[in-house]
């Protein structure tokens, strides 16, 4: 059996898990969410922003079409409806400190 990483992949083990999970942490929400995890709305916010995703419906669908290769990124499909209720809880100075942060700066943009 052959075993290629996609391109996807590549580009989100460029995002150190360990910065990720220490920004996480100073970015405590209200509550802790139950099966949407930070993680999974970086990914999904990532691949609606690099694939040009015109709108919220079209990012979610365009990830939820791949539900078997989900799962290798540490995702699991999500729901319009949660991934919008996340947008709208969740604070912007995670993802704002994660641009930011020295190791994804020079990665990312």
Not at 70 to 81: D, I, N
Request: charged share 15%; glycine share 4%.
């Amino acid at each position: 059996m052959q075993n290629s990483t996609t391109v996807f992949s590549q580009f989100l083990s460029l995002v150190p898990k360990s910065v990720f999970a220490k920004l996480s942490k100073q970015h405590k929400a209200k509550r802790t969410p139950r099966t949407f995890s930070r993680w999974s709305q970086f990914v999904h916010l990532l691949h609606a922003q690099l694939a040009g995703c015109k709108s919220l419906r079209d990012g979610i669908l365009g990830m939820n079409a791949a539900t078997n290769r989900l799962y290798h990124l540490g995702v699991k499909p999500v729901s319009r409806s949660t991934f919008a209720d996340a947008n709208n809880e969740r604070p912007y100075t995670f993802f704002e400190a994660l641009s930011s942060s020295g190791a994804t700066a020079q990665i990312l943009f």
